[in-house]
T-cell receptor
């Protein structure tokens, strides 16, 4: 079955450590996104990519980095510069970045700081 | 001002009741509108798109009021399985903006 796979489901980060969240899709979608969800807040866009080897910053990109070397993969690295990384991270994809395109989400990664 | 604002609730209703709630958006040029459903600590899933003329999908009815810049969702004959957080989502410029969600709890 087609879908988006995020891993791991839970991740713990130590002070000063970089961690990478995996996101893989087999839907053949061009557009991929990373969102952060904090309690009581809406999803906030971290980074997005419309095509391989290209990506743009979203609203809260500081302290994060991404790559898009393959169409199906869009990993997110939470760097030590992100001082408040504890949150639920959601990866999503769509056929294209267009007004009426449905977003498909992965099941999320809960990141916590040790 | 937030781009998308929702009443967080919770709306606590008995089975079979009707529940309705709104979402306001700040950008008058917003192009498209959606309701997503999210269960606790799971991924959001598209419930329905919202069209200018209003639309129904079974027990769910969505309305758009461009003049007042809000969308609404009405759930008729509530089921226990309708308990969830409902996210209002608006597309403008290049991206989707999400509301913080309205929590609905349906009790037996």
């Amino acid at each position: 079955d087609g879908g988006i796979t995020q891993s791991p489901k839970y991740l713990f980060r130590k002070e000063g450590q970089n961690v990478t969240l995996s996101c893989e899709q087999n839907l053949n979608h061009d557009a991929m996104y990373w969102y952060r969800q904090d309690p009581g807040q809406g999803l906030r866009l971290i980074y997005y990519s419309q095509i391989v080897n290209d990506f743009q910053k979203g609203d809260i990109a500081e302290g994060y980095s991404v790559s898009r070397e393959k169409k199906e993969s869009f990993p997110l690295t939470v760097t030590s510069a992100q001082k408040n990384p504890t949150a639920f991270y959601l990866c999503a994809s769509s056929v294209a970045q267009a007004p009426n395109e449905k977003l498909f989400f992965g099941s999320g990664t809960q990141l916590s700081v040790l | 001002r937030k781009e998308v604002e929702q009443d967080p609730g919770p709306f606590n209703v008995p089975e079979g009741a009707t529940v309705a709630f709104n979402c306001t958006y700040s950008n008058s040029a917003s192009q498209s509108f959606f309701w997503y459903r999210q269960d606790c600590r799971k991924e959001p899933k598209l419930l329905m798109s919202v069209y200018s003329s209003g639309n129904e999908d079974g027990r769910f009815t969505a309305q758009l009021n461009r003049a007042s810049q809000y969308i609404s969702l009405l759930i008729r004959d509530s089921k226990l399985s309708d308990s969830a957080t409902y996210l209002c989502v608006v597309f403008n410029d290049y991206k989707l903006s999400f509301g913080a969600g309205t929590t609905v709890t349906v009790r037996a």
